[in-house]
């Protein structure tokens, strides 16, 4: 076997040189075993264990152990014809850079010349580093591609880059079909060049340096996430846990009541029952003694003992007595069970809040607003709002759905029997002077809404904080004047917005149908005019820090409708 070959076959694939403490693995293939481990450590990533040269894949990585034969075979041959076969070695092969001066068999090429252009080995590269012409010439790694540097019409050298048509061409091109071109030194191009890759490889650095902080923030928020979901789970089970509790105690002192009632009540009634049964019998025996008298035969006798047992003293007990029917402790179960509806009611309701503000937990970055132009990309975030009878004003008469509200003439009377029954006109957060009224719904998160209206005075579309003012005719219990609300008034010809009891004027196209986006997260508030198009009239950019309600001021002679899809 020729020395080369023998050098090939101890040889690591990895780093190209002789076996350093060699390992074979179970493919059979042969590599030093800090190569390989290097070479697993970086695919590790991957989760891959796999032969750089046959591609096989281990499940496991397999256990490196020092193949000693192998490892004399590398100390044999280092000691007896290393040299040679280094020497042979340095020769060209199929896949290698040949000297292109190298006569006979062909040695590796070190270094290639643009100037040239040629590649050459070590000992034919020596005039570039001596000769003073040569020193100018332009060196490179060894490269096959040289003849792609030469003019295929002049057989010149392309030195020179033409903007005009993007390519390297030769001196003899610019005098030829190039003529009139704006042209450059190829290295003048290349240096502009290389200064625009340099601020795209800058921005692109800048975009990995931003984007991996975005990831460290959205780990953060996943940190976030985990331990707030984790807290509320925890809250939440002891809060359960203490209603559970309280509600157990309060069955267990209900149910003491019962037994502590019901012993006192069986006392009396028995301590009544043994008297009664006492003087049953002394009624038995005095019915005993009168129909002994009754049977005398001898009249003396029948007379003298008369007296003494004719007069029948009245019962004491009876006329006390009182059958009630049978109800006992019914009206205990009833206001147990008027509780259970009760708690059903507040549990009901309140879980309807927990899974809204659950199911709209906003935990990302801010979504963009939708487009303006598109209504369907709002109706993603549609909510269906309906107003709370016990906010609206006395003039404004809800409808059965309490989706439309409109305003009377008059207010509703207090003394109407029928009003009484469908209004509560006392109730604390009903509005007292303002014509408007405030939806049940909270909203938070993202949401879109719709208002139509119709009738000669206009309306106020507002959103507001619920803990507003409703009594009185002061500022903090009308719309447009309370701080913490954002309300447009529509009317016939215009728009006004008030916030924070600054006014103004929004131009736009005026229409009987106003929507509302609010992001509540970005702190966002949109509101649009919605013809065959959506237009955008006033945008607010604030921080939210309560949920929020949507409401609506109704002016004489006017209605206002939320909308409902179909």
């Known amino acids: 076997m020729a020395q080369s070959d023998r050098l090939e076959k101890i040889t690591c694939s990895i780093c190209l040189d002789l076996l350093k403490v060699p390992v074979t693995i179970p493919c059979g293939h042969s590599y030093c075993m800090n190569c390989i481990k290097v070479f697993w450590d970086g695919d590790d990533q991957r989760r891959i264990n796999s032969c750089p040269q046959c591609r096989e894949q281990f499940i496991r990585r397999p256990v490196l152990k020092k193949n000693t034969m192998l490892a004399e075979l590398v100390e044999d041959l280092k000691t007896t014809g290393l040299q040679a076969a280094a020497a042979d070695h340095c020769y060209a092969g199929p896949e290698d850079v040949a000297c292109d001066v190298c006569t006979g068999r062909k040695r590796i090429a070190v270094k290639s010349c643009l100037s040239c252009p ?68 190829a290295a003048a191009e290349r240096t502009e060049k290389q200064k625009e890759l340099q601020e795209r490889r800058q921005q692109i650095q800048q975009r990995i340096q931003d984007q991996e902080k975005d990831v460290k923030l959205l780990q953060q928020e996943v940190e976030a996430i985990n331990g707030s979901a984790d807290k509320a789970v925890e ?19 209900v149910k003491q009541q019962i037994r502590s009632q019901q012993e006192t009540e069986v006392s009396r009634v028995k301590e009544l029952q043994k008297k009664l049964e ?131 003439e008059e207010e509703v009377d207090e003394e109407d029997e029928e009003a009484k029954e469908e209004f509560n006109f006392n109730h604390p957060d009903r509005f007292t002077d303002y014509k408007q009224v405030l939806s049940r719904e909270s909203l938070t ?24 003012r409703r009594a009185g005719e002061l500022d903090e219990c009308e719309f447009e004047s309370y701080d913490k609300n954002w309300s447009l008034i529509c009317d016939s010809d215009s728009y006004t917005f008030y916030d924070n009891k600054v006014e103004t004027l929004v131009p736009g196209p005026v229409s009987s149908k106003i929507g509302v986006y609010l992001d509540h997260r970005a702190g966002i508030l949109s509101f649009y005019s919605i013809s065959e198009t959506m237009t955008l009239l006033h945008r607010v950019q604030t921080t939210f820090t309560k949920p929020l309600y949507a409401g609506v001021y109704v002016y004489y002679g006017t209605s206002a409708e939320f909308v409902k899809l179909k």
Request: charged share 30%; hydrophobic share 30%.
């Open 118 to 185: 040629a590649s050459y080995c070590n000992d034919h590269l020596q005039p570039h580093y001596d000769v003073p012409g040569l020193k100018k010439h332009k060196l490179v790694d060894p490269t096959m591609k040289l003849q792609e540097n030469i003019c295929s019409r002049h057989d010149e050298v392309m030195k020179i880059f033409c903007r005009t048509d993007q390519q390297c061409i030769c001196y003899l091109c610019t005098m030829d079909e190039h003529k009139g071109h704006e042209t450059v030194p």
């Open 235 to 253: 809250d939440n089970e002891k809060i359960f846990t203490d209603l559970i509790h309280h509600i157990q105690k309060r069955s267990s002192d």
């Open 278 to 408: 006492q003087e049953i019998t002394e009624l038995k025996r005095k019915e005993a003694e009168l129909e002994k008298l009754l049977n005398t035969e001898d009249h003396n006798q029948f007379l003298q003992n008369y007296p003494s047992l004719s007069a029948l003293s009245e019962s004491t007990h009876s006329s006390s007595i009182n059958i009630r029917p049978l109800r006992y402790f019914e009206d205990v179960t009833a206001a147990v069970s008027e509780l259970r509806e009760k708690l059903e009611d507040i549990l009901r309701d309140t879980g309807t809040n927990i899974s809204q503000a659950v199911t709209e937990l906003d935990v990302l970055l801010s979504e963009p607003e939708p487009n303006p132009v598109t209504r369907a990309e709002f109706l993603k975030y549609f909510r269906e709002i309906t107003l709370d009878p016990n906010t609206a004003h006395k003039y404004l008469a809800l409808s059965e759905t309490n989706r439309k509200v409109t305003r009377l």
């Open 445 to 468: 998160g993202r949401c879109y809404w719709e208002v139509k209206w119709r009738g000669e005075g206009g309306i106020g579309v507002t959103v507001s904080y619920k803990n507003m």
